[in-house]
């Protein structure tokens, strides 16, 4: 395939379908296709395949939409990560440009569902950074971008990150003198009356609540009100009116 055609074919081709074929089948043929274009070290595969640019055109555009629209396929994911896994171990490709393409695909290698998987990607990030606490805090906190995890908890990863130096040597503190004391030790500490003490305020037995008792109590029957006539009591009052003639009139009320 000469050079302006497998552009083509790469760029105006295989391009589209991963972005906008529905089709599981097209996007495994897909990625076989590459898989094979990437592993295969012929000379004639070297001479007449993709070049380095464009497997990595490719694989981008996998990584972007694989896991985009097919996460729930764990064949097309176990497919596409295997390829990942492979370039990072690739003596040939594992310094090229295409391991920091790969980085957010690498990342999702880590929180893959399937465990065979996962081991392995957590064994290249293992190995590719000495088996020192320290170092590896550093590179946690400091050099990573956690950002292509997503929503996963990516602090479990750190965490496996961190348990794996101890491997070969139990875990302990580093000096007893910062242990906490237990409970019981620190009941042990108290004078005899204080430990005395605190037996008989452990075992007393709380009180029943007044609320407590009305609500174990009998239900009492509801009671309905009752209408009761009142007589009005009628008062008399005194009133008293000026007439216009000066004169003055009382009536009562």
């Not at 555009?61 to 985009?68: A, F, P």
């Not at 320290?134 to 990150?161: E, T, V």
Request: hydrophobic share 40%; glycine share 4%.
């Amino acid at each position: 395939m000469g050079v302006e055609m497998r552009k083509a074919f790469i760029g105006g081709i295989l391009v589209g379908l991963i972005e906008k074929t529905p089709d599981i089948k097209v996007m495994k043929a897909i990625s076989k296709m590459v898989e094979e274009w990437v592993k295969n070290k012929t000379p004639i595969y070297i001479n007449q395949g993709p070049t380095l640019r464009e497997k990595s055109i490719l694989l981008v555009k996998l990584m972007q939409y694989v896991e985009k629209r097919f996460s729930d396929d764990s064949e097309l994911m176990a497919q596409f990560l295997e390829l990942v896994i492979h370039v990072y171990r690739d003596e040939t490709l594992k310094n090229t440009e295409l391991t920091a393409k790969l980085e957010p695909a690498f990342l999702a290698g880590l929180r893959c569902t399937q465990p065979p998987i996962r081991a392995k990607f957590f064994q290249v990030f293992h190995e590719s950074m000495q088996a020192r606490i320290n170092d590896r805090l550093l590179y946690i906190i400091c050099s990573q971008n956690w950002d292509h995890m997503g929503p996963h908890y990516w602090i479990k990863q750190c965490i496996q990150l961190l348990l794996v130096t101890a491997q070969n040597s139990p875990i302990q503190n580093s000096s007893n003198q910062i242990l906490l004391p237990g409970v019981t030790s620190v009941l042990n500490w108290a004078e005899a009356t204080e430990r005395a003490n605190f037996s008989v305020f452990a075992s007393i037995k709380e009180e029943a609540t007044d609320l407590d008792t009305a609500l174990e109590g009998p239900v009492e029957k509801e009671v309905k009100p009752q209408s009761v006539s009142v007589p009005l009591e009628v008062g008399v009052i005194m009133c008293e009116k000026d007439l216009p003639d000066g004169s003055r009139v009382s009536h009562y009320v």
